[in-house]
């Protein structure tokens, strides 16, 4: 192993967290406000200098930022197509560095190479490091035949007369399997999550994931409630683990732990580098397609720079059925489309997504503008909080096509909802930092729809106000005609 690049220990592992979390050790102690300066930055060698730059990894697994190297290699390597035969190197054309997998990588920049196709015997050797494509997204990703060994080693199977049971009880054997939220211990409100998302069942049929599961007897409706793609967590963990916050990642010898991939502000230091209750049941290779599901929306700002071609890897109708075929692109707003579909956990909004056709440069756009957007919609789905696996809208549509109608009466419209509302509130999240949006207090994700509704809201109080007056009046009027009428 190169000397300096490698810090001299292996990643140290946390115990089992109880309903009361153990004490950070003194190692960790650095995770109670996580240092986001400490990354590991991934490029690609076959881009010129400025257009390199292919996904950032936090470096948490160090106090002075290191990471696992299994888990920059597996991460790498699946945006490679599960290319298998990588490397990294800390120039555009060095050599490779040599560790192993519970080896931790120090934070800083690294290439990922690939060896390019073999030159026709008449053509001389090309002196450039290979231009190897890179998946678009997740619903292009194929998934391997093999996973990378470390993770089979760590499927546990003590409980298997609990890995299969009847579709109609799916909760209750899961509940029954695993007792507790695998990662706090916690059973009070624990929550049945996916590992391969519902949503992502096109993509679950064209890798034949059904393969993996553990009972063979389940209809097409339910292919994807396989006790194997499936886990008690708490509620905040269901949340956190459907918003791509953390992952399930083998390190050591024989166990799973929480990692975490996002800045929270609080669950890294209780959980980072915890292992996962056993037994694990869930089987390994949803829980890598986990990992690439998780991945991907980090290729963001590598497919968005304008003007830049880049080699890519599509899934494409062709003669011969939906194959994987490699195109050169630029950034266009259909691209866009199909990456944002990628990253949304709700099918509705995927479809808005790959139905609206938006400028290149919308998102600054719209955070220079305080305009409203154009309505284009019909429904708007919930952000933030919502599990990726459920697909709620903020209104309900009765049979007569009226919006949602409180007990009060007050019918809610839901024909003024724009559907890029909530992707822009979240681009805003991860764009600029807590401290800076805590200067607009009055700004927080979802707050056009709750305006729209407050508005809509006070003009129907307002109106009521106003026939409540109206009769009141007219009320009165009757009442003194009467009474003038009555001494007559």
């Not at 810090?7 to 109880?18: D, E, I, T």
């Not at 624990?190 to 064209?206: D, G, K, N, R, T």
């Not at 194997?228 to 269901?238: A, K, S, V, Y």
């Not at 790959?354 to 955070?367: C, H, I, M, S």
Request: aromatic share 10%; net charge negative.
């Amino acid at each position: 192993m190169q000397s300096g690049l490698v810090l001299p220990q292996a990643v140290k592992l946390r115990q089992s967290s109880g309903i009361f979390p153990p004490a950070l050790p003194a190692h960790y102690s650095f995770l109670q406000k996580p240092p986001i300066q400490h990354r590991i930055n991934i490029k690609h060698p076959g881009y010129d200098e400025e257009d390199e730059d292919l996904f950032i990894l936090y470096a948490w697994d160090h106090a002075e930022g290191g990471l696992h190297f299994g888990f920059v290699l597996d991460a790498c390597t699946i945006v490679a197509g599960t290319r298998t035969d990588g490397y990294l190197s800390t120039t555009r054309g060095g050599i490779a560095i040599v560790a192993q997998p519970d080896d931790l990588l120090r934070a800083g920049n690294y290439y990922f190479h690939i060896p390019g196709p073999e030159a026709d015997a008449d053509q001389p050797p090309s002196t450039k490091p290979y231009r190897w494509p890179v998946v678009a997204c997740f619903q292009d990703w194929p998934f391997p035949k093999n996973v990378p060994p470390q993770w089979s080693k760590n499927y546990f199977i003590d409980n298997a007369s609990s890995l299969t049971s009847p579709q109609s009880t799916v909760t209750a054997a899961v509940k029954a399997r695993d007792h507790t939220c695998r990662v706090s211990d916690h059973s009070t409100g624990a929550q049945v999550a996916h590992l391969v998302p519902q949503h992502e069942s096109e993509w679950f049929y064209q890798n034949s994931m059904s393969t993996y599961n553990t009972s063979q007897s389940l209809d097409s409706e339910n292919l994807l409630n396989d006790l194997g793609n499936l886990i008690l967590l708490r509620p905040d963990l269901h949340t956190a683990f459907d918003e791509r916050k953390f992952v399930f990642y083998p390190k050591g010898e024989n166990t799973f732990v929480v990692h975490m991939l996002a800045p929270t502000p609080d669950l890294a230091q209780l959980y980072h580098n915890v292992e996962v209750h056993a037994p694990f049941n869930c089987h390994p290779n949803f829980v890598y397609a986990h990992l690439a599901w998780a991945i991907f929306p980090s290729l963001t700002g590598f497919w968005t720079k304008p003007g830049v071609k880049r080699t890519v890897l599509l899934r494409k109708d062709t003669d011969n059925g939906r194959k994987l075929v490699e195109e050169e692109i630029v950034y266009t707003p259909q691209f866009r489309a199909r990456i944002v579909a990628s990253r949304s956990c709700s099918p509705k909004k995927r479809q808005r997504a790959q139905e609206t056709d938006t400028a290149e440069q919308v998102n600054e756009d719209r955070l220079r503008s305080k305009r409203p957007l154009s309505d284009t919609s019909s429904d708007y789905t919930h952000g933030a909080g919502s599990h990726a696996d459920t697909d709620e809208t903020f209104d309900q549509v009765d049979e007569n096509g009226q919006g949602d109608t409180s007990p009060e009466g007050v019918a809610f419209s839901t024909n003024s909802h724009h559907p890029a509302q909530l992707e822009d509130d979240q681009y805003i999240l991860s764009r600029f930092s807590p401290e800076a949006l805590a200067l607009c207090p009055s700004w927080y994700p979802g707050w056009r729809k709750i305006h729209e509704m407050r508005e809509e809201w006070l003009r129907h109080e307002r109106r009521k106000s106003q026939i409540t007056s109206y009769e009141g009046h007219t009320a009165a009027c009757a009442e003194e005609t009467y009474t003038g009428l009555d001494g007559v």
